[in-house]
């Protein structure tokens, strides 16, 4: 085979220096052997089936025609066909896929000692970061609160709502842990087989201490911390009220869930101490061969499959319930009880008593509250000033009665002060002001909201009062009249049925009696 080549460079595979090739060369191959050869090219897609005999890499190759010229290959051409050994063999004789540990600190588990510090350092980062879930879950969910144990907002504005919803998103898709451990238990345990070549190791082989059983442990405890923070996510995102709150919940739970990752970072720096630096340090460099016997593809992509539908399925079903409930006012007080000074306004003195949500008119978005007589007092929210108002559903003026449409909560009679707040409650501790008879504003002495809901909320009646809905829509606490308790919450004694006092002096001499006895029948 005559190859013409014009001011050609060579450059052999160790990195030599290189051959000028300035003229033509003839390598000299038996024909047989070279149609051959040929032909196992085109058949195998490979080097010559005759490379590797001796007497194959004893050929000659002669540039020109002066015999001085002839160079000897035969270490040239081992050297190529080493450097590509994965090249000569047929892809029918082995199915091998390469894989790395994922550099984390659960990946220590699998395969060291179970009295190494790198064992150690996996369980306690594990560890750590289910406990901070657990002190998490705790601080969040409120099992005395029957009717909102875990916090959700009473309601949340549109961009809040928006944010909610490409947060769970992300939090789904980035979550790493899940999917590691999905991946390992797709590729299998290999234990491999002797006699394997070094390239085609196993992870038992590669890391000799790794166990079926660590393997399984490094799945589990990978797989549980990663679900449990998808679900401490979601529950930090829906108690968000605002876009900053949503997004700073959302970081932080995040910087948990990486937390495995950032040890194995400090490790590698060898902030951690030697030993862990270089099992940090060689574990990246050593890659096995999973083999197809091992891989556990079809169960793998079910659980996959599983994994996202479920999530998708359980996190956005979820979202619709909570943003349902927000939208109907579930989550917020049924029945209020108010109390307003009257040293300025005396007819606010009257409006003392219980209030009952009214979902059927909103104003500004939110459920207002009035008592159960009509054209009695209002509690609603005025979006033109931004705060909840105490008004009256009846025009004082004219003393008559106006239509649902044409309550107005701006025309008020008492304020809180400026809020954004779904729930009157909020205002509470803020300031209120009411309107004087000659229209001024000046600031209310005293208020009082409190919710009264006994069904949702444990020991609310106390001890003397047990709570029950008496053919009526709202609770209320019935007290023990054998104890002698009255009041909302049977918080207080009744009076003495019988009073002895001294006698007091009556004009014109003579004295009151000195005992004194209640009226049978009345009421406290």
């Not at 902030?271 to 079809?298: F, H, I, Q, W």
């Not at 999530?311 to 319930?321: A, E, H, I, K, R």
Request: proline share 4%; hydrophobic share 35%.
């Amino acid at each position: 085979m005559n190859i013409d080549t014009e001011n050609q460079r060579q450059m052999l595979p160790d990195g030599s220096s290189p051959i000028d090739l300035t003229s033509n060369f003839t390598l000299s191959i038996p024909q047989d052997r070279a149609a051959e050869d040929d032909a196992s090219v085109h058949e195998e897609g490979s080097l010559p089936a005759s490379i590797g005999d001796d007497d194959y890499y004893d050929e000659k190759i002669s540039f020109g025609d002066d015999d001085e010229d002839d160079i000897d290959i035969r270490n040239v051409i081992k050297r190529l066909h080493s450097e590509d050994t994965t090249t000569t063999q047929s892809t029918s004789d082995r199915d091998y896929s390469k894989r790395n540990l994922p550099d984390d600190t659960f990946s220590f588990l699998i395969y060291s000692d179970v009295r190494s510090q790198c064992f150690l350092c996996g369980i306690l980062v594990f560890l750590f970061q289910m406990s901070i879930y657990v002190v998490l879950a705790n601080d969040i969910i409120n099992v005395d609160n029957k009717k909102n144990p875990v916090g959700f907002p009473f309601n949340v504005s549109i961009p809040v709502r928006i944010s909610e919803v490409l947060a769970i998103l992300i939090s789904i898709i980035t979550q790493h842990d899940v999917r590691k451990a999905i991946c390992l238990y797709r590729d299998g345990f290999d234990k491999g087989k002797e006699g394997t070549s070094t390239m085609d190791k196993s992870i038992a082989q590669v890391f000799p201490g790794a166990t079926l059983w660590k393997w399984t442990l490094s799945i589990v405890l990978r797989a549980s911390q990663g679900f449990l923070g998808l679900v401490i996510t979601f529950l930090l995102i829906m108690r968000s009220s605002s876009v900053l709150d949503l997004l700073l919940n959302f970081s932080a739970i995040e910087f948990v869930a990486e937390l495995d990752d950032v040890v194995f970072g400090l490790a590698k720096e060898g902030l951690l101490g030697d030993v862990l630096k270089k099992e940090a340090k060689d574990m990246p460099e050593k890659s096995y061969r999973v083999s197809k016997e091992c891989l556990n593809t079809v169960y793998a992509m079910k659980v996959s499959l599983l994994y996202f539908v479920v999530l998708f399925l359980s996190f956005f079903g979820s979202w619709v319930y909570i943003y349902w409930q927000q939208r109907s006012g579930a989550y917020l007080c049924q029945q209020i009880f108010s109390q307003f000074g009257d040293e300025i306004l005396p007819m606010l003195g009257t409006f003392t008593g219980m209030f009952y949500q009214n979902n059927t008119k909103k104003f500004g978005g939110r459920s207002s509250y009035t008592d159960d007589q009509p054209g009695g007092p209002l509690l609603a929210y005025c979006k033109n000033e931004t705060r909840w108002t105490l008004s009256l559903t009846k025009d004082v003026d004219t003393d008559e009665f106006l239509s649902m449409d044409k309550w107005d909560p701006c025309n008020w009679l008492a304020a809180s002060s400026e809020s954004e707040s779904y729930s009157i409650l909020s205002t509470t501790s803020a300031p209120w002001v009411i309107k004087t008879p000659t229209n001024r504003a000046a600031p209310l002495t005293h208020h009082f909201l409190m919710c009264y809901e006994c069904t949702h909320v444990a020991n609310f009646c106390g001890d003397y009062g047990s709570c029950v809905k008496p053919g009526k829509k709202y609770d209320q606490c019935i007290c023990n009249k054998e104890e002698g308790r009255y009041g909302l919450r049977c918080e207080y004694s009744e009076p003495c049925q019988v009073v002895e006092a001294e006698g007091f002096s009556k004009e014109g001499g003579g004295l009151f009696t000195s005992k004194y006895y209640r009226l049978e029948g009345a009421d406290t």
